[in-house]
């Protein structure tokens, strides 16, 4: 059972002179303490009113304000059925050069928040982000020149792309590098720049990258055998909830048994 609490926010005229004072309405268990019931209703008060003055920041043309204001927008926790606002936010940011805002709306554009589907838009987004300094802006470009997505599909530029991203540090790069290198997808075959491609992923965290490697090790593939190091890459893929890691895990837990 749930209750509803009403409750005036009077605290804002002090928090925030220009906020006027409204009632927030929240829900809470039947079996809350009073002082439970109190915290709830200020931590959901003040969210309330930094988010408010977060809006109103961003409508006097804080660029900062009005970034995070469309970020939340677009994640939902705040006026989450208004993807238009955020993309209002996102594009009026992303006008003035930031990176992030420019790779945000790539994204708005491939998903259709706040706008129409428009993977041609999306990639183009995504190139201005990548030269502005966003990897992920180079990465998921070269995914959808791979693919074809909005764009011509061309191997060789996508490659040139996910170089790009690489060089930046971006590790799922270097992992879909590796998956060219050991296929001789548009580069030729090197198994050891492969390994070396996947290392550098693994390293910066890629559960991509992580898992392939481990299969490499367990298997004998390009490297010395070993077990003991393949066990490792999975677990470490496999915190990241990366499915063929956690199978693969499964698959070794049984042999031992």
Avoid at 66 to 76: D, E, R, Y
Avoid at 202 to 212: R, S
């Amino acid at each position: 059972m749930k209750l509803i609490l009403t409750t005036l926010a009077t605290l804002a005229l002090l928090t925030f002179p220009a906020i006027a004072a409204k009632t927030y309405t929240v829900v809470v268990d039947k079996d809350t303490t009073p002082e439970q019931a109190a915290n709830v209703i200020l931590h959901d008060m003040l969210s309330n009113m930094s988010y408010e003055r977060l809006e109103q920041q961003a409508a006097e043309g804080d660029k900062e304000a009005t970034l995070q204001l469309g970020k939340l927008v677009a994640t939902g926790e705040y006026r989450p059925d208004d993807q238009a606002l955020a993309c209002r936010c996102l594009r009026a940011v992303a006008e003035t050069g930031d990176a992030t805002a420019l790779f945000e709306m790539g994204r708005f554009a491939i998903f259709g928040f706040g706008m129409k589907k428009n993977p041609a838009e999306a990639a183009d987004w995504f190139r201005k982000a990548g030269e502005a300094g966003n990897s992920e802006g180079w990465r998921l470009l070269g995914t959808m020149t791979y693919n074809g997505m909005g764009i011509k599909a061309d191997t060789k530029a996508a490659i040139a792309y996910w170089q790009k991203a690489a060089a930046a540090g971006n590790p799922t790069a270097y992992n879909d590098l590796g998956q060219c290198y050991f296929l001789g997808d548009g580069l030729s075959k090197d198994w050891a720049k492969a390994i070396e491609m996947w290392s550098k992923g693994a390293e910066l965290g890629n559960a991509g990258a992580q898992f392939n490697l481990g299969v490499c090790y367990l298997n004998g593939e390009h490297v010395k055998k070993d077990k003991a190091k393949a066990i490792e890459y999975f677990e470490k893929a496999a915190a990241q909830n990366h499915e063929g890691a956690m199978r693969a895990l499964y698959q070794l837990s049984r042999e031992k048994n």
